[in-house]
T-cell receptor, first 110, second 112 residues
Framework: GQQVMQIPQYQHVQEGEDFTTYCNSSTTLSNIQWYKQRPGGHPVFLIQLVKSGEVKKQKRLTFQFGEAKKNSSLHITATQTTDVGTYFCAGPTTGNQFYFGTGTSLTVIP | NAGVTQTPKFQVLKTGQSMTLQCAQDMNHEYMSWYRQDPGMGLRLIHYSVGAGITDQGEVPNGYNVSRSTTEDFPLRLLSAAPSQTSVYFC???????????FGSGTRLTVV
């Protein structure tokens, strides 16, 4: 089964509201990656976090890696309709396998 | 650079038929993986490879075979298609460990 759990599964927000998705692993991750998939498209790599407690920003997106390297979050400030899509976290497990979370589908209501 | 190229984009199979989904990358990436995506299930790893001649199973390998004879190509073979294999299949590649994955545009497979 999935090694990486993600919540919530769905999120509807009014345009301009903030949005956060959370990713939790049962094991310590050496790194965690985030991807965005637009409806009908393919996942696109956004960012990688490696260090405990690391915080990275990409314009309105803020990514955090937990101190224990078992959880991560993606926060979007003031959502726009272009943010619509499904956001996945992903991390390596033993043996070079790379598992994706179940994803959070974001709908932005204009 | 074309990136990751998957063919075909769409395919309909009858139960019991076999076929090969093609995946090629021109970025000299060592790591390549196959995922299937089903509603509410996220992306599930089928098989992966960390270099030419090296393949291993992911979490849902049954009914699928792979080979990696070259760095560029990583085909996925469905041995005897079943309706449960109806899904969207993505091939992805990464330069090596700790690099982001580049995905192909996907193959939408329907088994009737």
């Amino acid at each position: 089964g999935q090694q990486v759990m993600q919540i919530p599964q769905y999120q509807h927000v009014q345009e301009g509201e903030d949005f956060t998705t959370y990713c939790n692993s049962s094991t310590t991750l050496s790194n965690i990656q985030w991807y965005k998939q637009r409806p009908g498209g393919h996942p696109v790599f956004l960012i990688q976090l490696v260090k405990s407690g690391e915080v990275k920003k990409q314009k309105r997106l803020t990514f955090q890696f937990g101190e224990a390297k078992k959880n991560s979050s993606l926060h979007i400030t003031a959502t726009q309709t272009t943010d619509v899509g499904t956001y996945f976290c992903a991390g390596p497990t033993t043996g070079n396998q790379f598992y994706f979370g179940t994803g959070t589908s974001l709908t932005v209501i204009p | 650079n074309a990136g990751v190229t998957q063919t075909p984009k769409f395919q309909v199979l009858k139960t019991g038929q076999s076929m090969t989904l093609q995946c090629a990358q021109d970025m000299n990436h060592e790591y390549m993986s196959w995922y299937r995506q089903d509603p509410g299930m996220g992306l599930r790893l089928i098989h992966y490879s960390v270099g030419a001649g090296i393949t291993d199973q992911g979490e849902v390998p049954n009914g699928y075979n792979v080979s990696r004879s070259t760095t560029e190509d990583f085909p996925l073979r469905l041995l005897s298609a079943a309706p449960s294999q109806t899904s969207v299949y993505f091939c992805a590649s990464s330069l090596r460990e700790r690099y982001g994955y580049t995905f192909g545009s996907g193959t939408r497979l329907t088994v009737v």
